[in-house]
């Protein structure tokens, strides 16, 4: 052992050379160090070997160098070269002389981690958005680490998560105030992928879609190492920036050479690294060699419904009124493929029950249904189901909107920019079907040479629930929310109020077009004799007329509670041209008193 400390100690780098690799932007992406300015982003101090590794780069790989030479424990899973694997790997290529004579120490939990080496791909997956919780509107991503191994199928993959610690039942208010303000502490979590899709598949009902990354065997060595040093350690959470997406980019950007999130602006959201990933080259080839969708169960249920003749359908609905039972004639004499079909269809629907917590969700129906299929000869053919279009075909989710306003005698151009997301006229592309999430949508309008605050939207969520098959649960009760600092109707620019909306109504599509009915429940300063409260009922059709032209039709009446502000029939005609991503143009007539057109030109990024 003599000679090996000896001769290392000849090797051992020069400050200089030690100064030099402690500058090395490799280096500080796997301490997690924006620059040599900038402490860690990494709040775990176990995290670090030196006392002041957070903070100084350079004094955290020189104790971390001399750490590998270090005997090692009765736990071998706490030394160094186990802990951090991924600069163990990297000085190694560094530094190979020096390196070279440091002990060869037995991980076993890593060694468990990557399947004995075994790893050969990685993939990225979206988890689509699921609007019953905050944290969820934009959607989730993370990471699977693909073994080589036969023994291992796609639900025995390891995975990646990240998150914020959030105690169980924590109150709303409270949940969105420290998700905002950095209150939470989150970290790297790992599990089989079965889990994940046990989670997102299946509780919430939302679709898994993996993008398979064609990486050289270097790049998935150096990923699933440094995924390996993160888990369990802590960041300080942010939900607007310093969230899942941004930190599953910070991890794919140490191997992939493309910004995947913005880092100069305020938010990140996980559809824009798959909206980067799919456009990034890596040797002449995209980065992205495979899309798959791993469709949720709701969606397992709504495909299988559709794809059953008229008759089928109407069967499986009188079955269901009637407790699930198979004695039906109409059943009894269907071919045994197309009793299986019905009989999948029913234990999916009722998974679903399940989930939604639903009266007519039953242990006894489930049993007759499994005792029903038991007789039945295995099925011949997995089923298969229509690919959608993938999120990365999606519009693209910050907008700019340059517009021409006419009003009444008056002209104006409005400047919109919105941070995030979509509306009710943008393409339904790897979204919920008719429906709008955006935040931060703020309109200035110049006028008379000079430029005024029109409108500020901090949130706007709507939710048609559609439902598919028709059947108990399956959609609900259309719902709105939005918050706002806009004027009250368009007969005064200048009358802006601070605003609250709630909406509850009802939704249902015929042919191309979606018609509904709701009722809106207004909170609003009494600035301008409008007393504080107010309601609108509503009706109106969203219509797919081309797959490039969408048109929003609407008629309403607002009527004010206790001021003395006149009540109004209001109107709106809206309409989105073009099915690019990057842009579209935008045509709207709206009244409410008077009457503004607006021709609309908008860029999204």
Known sequence: MLPLIVQANLLWPTPVKIAELSQDPYWLALLHMRDTTSGSEIIDPEFFLATKGSQDAKAELATTLHSFFMAAESDKNTHSQCRFPARFNWLKQQLPELLSQAPQIQC????????????????????????????????HVLLKFNSSSGSKNILQQQSLNFGAAVPEKENPLIYITKGIFG????????????????????????????????????????LSLHAWELIGRNYQYFFFKQNCAFRMAELLELVVNAELINKNQPWALPVSIFHNLATVQQQGNPLVEDVVQHPS?????????????????????????????????????????????VLQLLFDYLEFLRISKHELYSEQAKRELLKARLILPAATENPVYNTAAAPHQSTLPSL???????????????????????????????????SALSMFDLKLRWQDGKADLHSFELLNIENMNLSVTGLPADGGYAWKMNIAYKPQDLSCWYCQSLQFN???GNAAQWQASLWYLMLDGRLHQDR??????????????????????????????????????????????????GQHKNWDLRFSVEKQKETEVGLSFGYYW
């Not at 988890?127 to 969820?136: I, T, V």
């Open 108 to 139: 076993p939990l890593l060694s468990e981690w990557t399947d004995k080496d075994q790893i050969s791909s990685v993939s990225a997956i979206f988890a689509s958005g699921y609007l019953g919780n905050p944290a969820s509107f934009y959607g």
């Open 183 to 222: 209150g939470y502490d989150a970290m790297f979590s790992h599990g089989l992928f079965y889990l994940n899709v046990q989670s997102y598949g299946e509780a919430e009902l939302r679709d898994l879609w993996e993008y398979k990354l064609d990486l050289q065997p270097e790049q998935v060595k150096s």
């Open 297 to 341: 169960r709701q969606q397992r249920f709504h495909q299988a419904y559709l794809d059953l003749p008229e008759p089928i359908k109407e069967l499986v609905a009188v079955m269901v009124q009637q407790g699930f039972i198979t004695e039906l004639p109409d059943y009894q004499q269907l071919p045994v493929a197309q009793k299986v079909k």
């Open 400 to 434: 700019l909107q340059l517009s021409a306003i006419s009003h009444q005698q008056r002209a104006a151009l409005q400047l919109r920019f919105r941070a995030t997301y979509y509306d009710m006229l943008t393409s339904d592309t790897a979204r919920v079907p008719y």
């Open 502 to 504: 709630a909406g509850l």
């Open 528 to 577: 301008f004799e409008t007393g504080v409260t107010s309601a609108e009922p509503r009706v109106g059709v969203v219509t797919d007329v081309t797959p490039w032209w969408r048109s929003q039709l609407e008629l309403g009446y607002r009527y004010y509670f206790f001021g003395d502000q006149q009540k109004f029939v209001s109107s709106k005609w809206l309409n989105r041209f």
